[in-house]
């Protein structure tokens, strides 16, 4: 009784430690089949003779989408005119074939005139007679004199080119005598470096100048007053214009430190 | 452990590297920063030997010499000495090649040049000035001049080209080469008015009172000389026309009259007069009738000098608090405003766009105290001065140029009255040179 009893134990003992060994192995199996698989794939960045570091190799230039080449119809501070582009010819649709159309008696309406319709252009078109830039004032004209002093830069632009070139002697002594009386002193020592403000004035036979007035102001009234300060101290003026009547000439008094 | 080592080692070295490169770019951000000048720079003016076109090189040389000179002492423009401008004279537009002068050593940005010679009997100089730097148009202006062939006309020509250079490129400055100095010529125990060029050259007499002249004033219009002069009724006002060549009619009235100064619209003219028993400044009109006094002190009240920008003012000399100090007011002797706080002031001279006065100073006055008398230049509006002669010795009676750059002064190196010449400076003191040789005193520069 009792060997069976032990014969029927060891029996059931043994099944429990066979389900434990495979369940061992099971496992052991799995974890190397994990680990295996794992192994295999690649990390970012890995390398298989160095691993841990990342590889980056020169290259002479960096491929870039390609500029768009230069604007040729754009007359930018250039000596010779060039010739005006030919206004692109509208985009107009094609007139719908009367057919396509349903024309419906009574109401004509949006879906009748929507094909129609030209979409307006996404640019302002070049105006074909103009010879001013379409980008930028300032790039129209070289300056004709650039003084500089203590605390700023004075350029000198003369809106009669011909004249400019003619007489570039005569506009330098414009510039030359405006700055030497410009006194950036006058200036609030609190004025944000690069403000600049534009002023216009004409220069009559005699050589007074006339009819000063701030064309750009700078937003910084101390600027503004003592860039017309300076043209108001010129007594003698800049001597007789060398031809003409009157030029008309702006000038660009940039603050800096 | 060796690894670890470096690392730590090469972090250092990394450290130090940064450390390096913060320090240059904090260098970097603060530039040293050099500030040119706090106007604008002159202009650098060649002048160019003229050609002689078959004629007397004796004008050319004149011509030459007068023109540099003008140029010169225009103190506007940066002169080329004659040792650095190329050998070859170009004497037309057609010879100028603009390459020799733009270049080093000259570096000129404009050249004045030109040929002269006499033909058929007139002295003829075509005179051109070119902008270097402009070469597709060079020119900026040409002159031709026709004189009578003589040293003087030669100088002539000279003053006007060099004018015609100032007022084109100074700016708006008038020339002042064809203005005359007046002055008084000691000789012989009299006083003489003699006149000369502003150069000093061309000195010669223009009264012969054979008596005492004093402190000649040229009229606005260049037509008369106001002096003063000793006669049968003491010191009386005198007015000389220079059309006529003769004394024209100014009343005389009793005490010293001395001081004449003319003003600016040529009408009236004011002096001091002591008629009235003290030394007053009166004002009347140019034959010295409706004489009206405008000054009501005790003291002495002398040198008047009228604002010749607006004619509304007058500065003179007052001694009215004890030694003689410089004062300004109003033409009709209103609004009265001391300038000077102290020292000995004397013959004061108001500048032509009336900002200024230039006046002889003596600002420790006193036996024993420092310093001599000086001339001095004060802004009227602040009332500060600097002074602009130092050490040559007295100086007084300055003189403004027409043109308020130049001053003209009488200077006695030893004190001595009879050792007075006139010199010659720019208004801030530099390029003093003398006009004349010694026995001349109280200039007076002509008004254009």
Known sequence: MSTYAIDDREDKLRGGLFGAIALHVLLAAALVAVALLRHTTQHWGEHSSETGAIQASMVSAIPLPQKAPPVDNSVLASEDVSKAPTPPKEATQPPPRPMDVLIKAKTPDKAAIKPNTVTPPKHPQPTPDSRKATSGEAATQLPQSIEDVTHGTATLTVQNRTFGDRYAYYLEIVGRTVSQNWFTQEIDPRTPVGRSVTVTFDVDRDGMPTNVRIQTPSGVPSLDNSALHALQRIENGFGPLPAGNQITISDTFEYHR | ?448
């Open chain 2, 1 to 448: 452990m060796m690894t670890s080592g470096f690392l730590r080692w090469r972090t250092g070295l990394t450290a130090v590297a940064f450390s390096f490169l913060a320090a240059t770019s904090a260098l970097a951000q603060s530039p040293f920063q050099i500030v040119t000048s706090s106007g604008a720079g002159s202009i650098r003016l060649a002048a160019a030997n003229f050609k002689a076109t078959g004629g007397d090189p004796a004008y050319q040389h004149t011509f030459d010499t007068v023109l540099f000179s003008d140029l010169e002492s225009a103190g506007i423009f940066d002169l080329v000495a004659k040792s650095l401008i190329p050998t070859a004279t170009p004497g037309s537009p057609s010879e100028m090649s603009l390459g020799q002068w733009s270049a080093a050593p000259a570096s000129a940005q404009m050249v004045a040049f030109g040929n002269l010679g006499v033909q058929g009997g007139r002295l003829v100089v075509n005179g051109f000035l070119d902008d270097v730097r402009n070469t597709q148009y060079p020119q900026v202006f040409a002159r031709q001049y026709s004189e009578e062939p003589s040293e003087d006309s030669a100088r002539q020509i000279a003053h006007r080209f060099a004018d015609e250079i100032i007022l084109r490129l100074g700016g708006g400055t008038l020339g002042i080469a064809e203005t005359k100095i007046f002055y008084v010529k000691l000789g012989g125990g009299n006083k003489e008015i003699w006149m000369m060029d502003y150069d000093g050259a061309n000195q010669h007499a223009v009264t012969h009172l054979g008596t005492i002249a004093l402190s000649p004033r040229i009229s606005p219009d260049n037509s008369r000389i106001a002096f003063s002069a000793l006669d049968k009724n003491g010191f009386q006002i005198k007015m000389w026309s220079m059309l006529l060549g003769r004394l024209v009619n100014f009343s005389s009235a009793g005490g010293a009259n001395l001081s004449p100064a003319w003003a600016p619209n040529g009408q009236q003219i004011a002096f001091s007069s002591s008629r009235t028993g003290d030394p007053e400044i009166w004002v009347s009109d140019t034959s010295g009738n409706i004489a009206h006094r405008i000054t009501s002190f005790v003291g002495p009240d002398v040198s008047p000098s009228w604002n010749p920008r607006t004619g509304a003012q007058i500065a003179w000399i007052s001694g009215r608090t004890g030694l003689p100090q410089l004062y300004i007011m109003d033409a009709d002797g209103s609004n009265v405003q001391r300038m000077t706080d102290g020292g000995y002031a004397t013959s004061v001279s108001w500048s032509p766009n009336g900002q200024f006065l230039a006046f002889a100073w003596d600002r420790k006055y006193g036996p024993g105290a420092p310093g001599g008398q000086d001339i001095y230049v004060m802004e009227i509006a602040t009332k500060r001065w600097i002074q602009l002669t130092h050490d040559i010795g007295r100086c007084d009676f300055p003189s403004w140029s027409p043109d308020g750059r130049h001053i003209v002064f009488s200077n006695s190196e030893d004190g001595h009255d009879s050792h007075d010449r006139i010199m010659s400076m720019l208004a801030d003191g530099t390029q003093q040179h003398a006009l004349t040789g010694t026995g001349a005193d109280m200039p007076n520069w002509s008004w254009k």
